[in-house]
């Protein structure tokens, strides 16, 4: 009997979570600065590909997100391009700031990886890092928009140029607009 009531109680608590619970899928679009070990390098276009987020309650949510960004460099008749992207995952809290929603999503970038074409050579950097996240969400219905600023930090330590290892810190803050669409 008593193992009836506690499945009961559980199931009626998820329940409730799940009538509450929103699914969001959004893209986005701004602007992100290269900094630490290449601050040489200018700020560029940033892409979010997609951010997935799945809310428990009005509040607690998680939320999974891949994203891109370019950046050249011009110094001393030497030129390079280069691309990073993070795969990131992490939870999100959420609360009211006038008739607005504040998303606040630290997230853990477990996969960092970037490409690097210049004058001296190619290289290919990965590593790992995180993501101070936040975006201010408005609009009704199904449809919403985010104005987002996002801080990016971590540790390329393995980059290859020429057989030779090396290792990079790198920072970035990503500031731009995207949408989304509530299921």
Do not use: C
């Amino acid at each position: 009997m008593k193992k009836l009531l506690l499945l009961t109680f559980i199931l009626t608590a998820f329940t409730m979570n799940a009538q509450d619970s929103k699914f969001y899928l959004g893209v986005g679009l701004g602007y992100a600065t290269a900094g630490g070990d290449f601050d040489d390098y200018k700020g560029g276009l940033d892409l979010d590909f997609f951010d997935i987020g799945y809310r428990f309650n009005e509040s607690w949510g998680v939320t999974l997100g891949l994203n891109s960004s370019g950046h050249k460099f011009e110094e001393n008749g030497i030129e390079a391009t280069a691309g990073f992207a993070t795969f990131a995952a992490g939870p999100m809290y959420s609360f009211p700031v006038g008739n607005m929603m504040w998303d606040f999503k630290p997230q853990w970038a477990f996969s960092m990886a970037g490409a690097i074409e210049s004058d001296l050579g190619d290289a290919d950097v990965k590593g790992s890092g995180f993501i101070i996240g936040n975006s201010l969400v408005f609009g009704d219905g199904p449809w919403q928009f985010s104005g987002d600023l996002d801080y990016v930090f971590g540790n390329f330590d393995d980059i290859d140029i020429s057989g030779v290892d090396y290792d990079a810190d790198f920072n970035s803050l990503r500031i731009g607009f995207g949408v989304r669409y509530n299921f």
